[in-house]
């Protein structure tokens, strides 16, 4: 069986919540196919939110969001100079993420994962800069660049949806808004 895959022992078991529907989180058991996974892998790279639930944030969610957006981690003290509070933008920003619509919260989550696909990806690339060229595969140059430029624009998008502009740690070095 020369130049064909087989297709042997294939299942997906999504996983399931308290509601009894499928989550995004499902597993694939897959022998001998590399060429399932691989299309099974880029199924799951759609991310959409009609995919996502509409149930508000949670507090990791929340953690993340903040992050993507480029902003530093609040902290669980009400009082201090660090604190969100002092800080306009970060109220608001606070403000946001706690008063989402469920469609928003769905919206905000495919963001969200979105930018997590991305970061990993970034990760990913970086796996490939010790090697330049091997039998007929070239190393891209850009690779992590691009996937990082890709990668900012979907955090920059996050803190547009929000409505808020992108945190310290999104911005260039030395660039202020006042």
Known sequence: MTGTASTTDTTTTPDTDATGAGTAAGTATTSQNAVACSDQTQAAAI????????????????AQA????????MG??????QSWRFFRVYGFNEWRLG??????C????????QC?????????????????RAAV????????????????????QLCNFMGVPPGPGLRAVGEIII
């Open 99 to 104: 008063h989402l619509s469920p469609a928003e």
């Open 47 to 62: 991310i959409t939110a009609a995919t996502m639930p509409d149930t508000p944030l949670t507090d990791t969610e929340l």
């Open 76 to 81: 669980n003290a009400d009082s201090g100079m």
């Open 137 to 156: 595969w070239t190393r891209n140059r850009t690779e992590v660049t691009d996937r990082f430029t890709l990668y900012t624009r979907w955090r920059v």
């Open 116 to 132: 997590q696909m991305l970061e990993s990806a970034v990760m990913a690339a970086g796996s490939n800069l010790d090697t330049d």
């Open 106 to 113: 769905a919206q905000a989550r495919a963001f969200v994962a």
């Open 66 to 73: 903040r992050r993507y957006m480029g902003y530093p981690a």
